[in-house]
């Protein structure tokens, strides 16, 4: 079983519509949760980061930890074709030298 | 623009080869990454630096990677004997680590193609 596990989609919304992202995760000790959008052959870029759990709201983006549940949702509201992408959720905790560990990533298409 | 740079973006070698990518991190960030990123997978840890000293490094840095942070500025990641399994993407990120805070922001990768 991965650490990270993250359903590789492809999910095809229309435009307006709201997305919802998810991750499940295996280590409790994470602390700190990312999520990452990537356009085609290029370096992630940071959408959200929530230290520990709760809720963070950023512009259309809401990012969601449930630390019990060790589970993990990006959600974007108002999707635009310009949202398409691949989204990656990433977690980390400082043990073992924060070093990070990714979901495989989640394809996103909004037709417009 | 400040954020991390890495060279070259692309890069085709031979099989065998040794061939050397560079990373310039954020200026005041202290720690820098290297992942490594096959096609539809996320990137994968392989070894990080606090300043100039290497902390970890993953069981996937075979003995032919070799990565350098000489003065805790620019990185250094040279692959030796190429081979086509090293085909990827590699990624330098960089983060300024608080108690709170530990933001990993990425460069733009060197596309890698051995053949």
């Known amino acids: 079983q991965k650490e990270v596990e993250q359903d590789p989609g492809p999910l095809s919304v229309p435009e307006g519509a709201i997305v919802s992202l998810n991750c499940t995760y295996s280590?409790?000790?994470?602390?700190?949760f990312m999520w990452y959008r990537q356009y085609s052959r290029k370096g992630p870029e940071l959408l959200m980061y929530?230290?520990?759990?709760g809720n963070k709201e950023d512009g259309r983006f809401t990012a969601q930890v449930d630390k019990s549940s060790k589970y993990i949702s990006l959600f974007i509201r108002d999707s635009q074709p310009s949202d398409s992408a691949t989204y990656l959720c990433a977690m980390s905790s400082n043990t073992g030298g924060f070093k990070t560990i990714f979901g495989a990533g989640t394809r996103l298409f909004v037709k417009a | 623009d400040t954020g991390v740079s890495q060279d070259p973006r692309h890069k085709i070698t031979k099989r065998g080869q040794n061939v050397t990518f560079r990373c310039d991190p954020i200026s005041e960030h202290n720690r820098l990454y290297w992942y490594r990123q096959t096609l539809g997978q996320g990137p994968e840890f392989l070894t990080y630096f606090q300043n100039e000293a290497q902390l970890e490094k993953s069981r996937l840095l075979s003995d032919r990677f070799s990565a350098e942070r000489p003065k805790g500025s620019f990185s250094t990641l040279e692959i030796q004997r190429t081979e086509q399994g090293d085909s990827a993407m590699y990624l330098c990120?960089?983060?300024?680590?608080?108690?709170?805070?530990?933001?990993?922001?990425f460069g733009p990768g060197t596309r890698l193609t051995v053949t």
């Open positions: 929530t230290y520990s759990s």
């Open positions: 280590n409790s000790a994470f602390q700190y």
């Open positions: 990120a960089s983060s300024f680590i608080t108690a709170t805070s530990y933001e990993q922001y």
